[in-house]
């Protein structure tokens, strides 16, 4: 278990990053084993992308509180994370738009 400031800090946005490095690879290989994903399945890309944008806002928040309450240099991997989700979910949004 954590036991400082900055480890729970971690701890707690740990589930975030992880999400943000395993979700799209699940969701394309999703996409590749069934037929037209989008047309039959448009929720589960809808979810997808509504949680990377939380997670991207989360993340960024996070890496805000770290670097300027905390004094942590965890905040740089926050925000590169939270950078990564949010393109992520730019690339998700026009995959959206009915065919």
């Given at each position: 278990?954590?036991?400082?400031?900055?480890?729970?800090?971690?701890?707690?946005?740990?589930?975030?990053?992880?999400?943000?490095?395993?979700?799209?690879?699940?969701?394309?290989?999703?996409d590749?084993?069934?037929?037209?994903?989008?047309?039959?399945?448009?929720?589960t890309a809808d979810?997808?992308?509504?949680?990377?944008?939380?997670?991207?806002?989360?993340?960024?928040?996070?890496?805000?509180?770290?670097?300027?309450?905390?004094?942590?240099?965890?905040?740089?991997?926050s925000?590169?994370?939270?950078?990564?989700?949010?393109?992520?979910?730019?690339?998700?949004?026009p995959?959206?738009?009915?065919?």
């Amino acid at each position: 278990m954590p036991t400082t400031k900055q480890e729970w800090g971690r701890f707690v946005i740990f589930p975030f990053k992880a999400y943000i490095i395993v979700a799209f690879p699940c969701f394309l290989l999703f996409d590749h084993t069934h037929d037209s994903l989008l047309s039959r399945y448009a929720n589960t890309a809808d979810t997808v992308a509504i949680a990377y944008l939380i997670s991207g806002i989360l993340l960024i928040i996070a890496g805000m509180i770290q670097k300027f309450v905390l004094k942590s240099r965890a905040a740089s991997s926050s925000f590169v994370f939270a950078g990564i989700a949010v393109f992520i979910c730019l690339v998700l949004i026009p995959m959206l738009a009915p065919l």
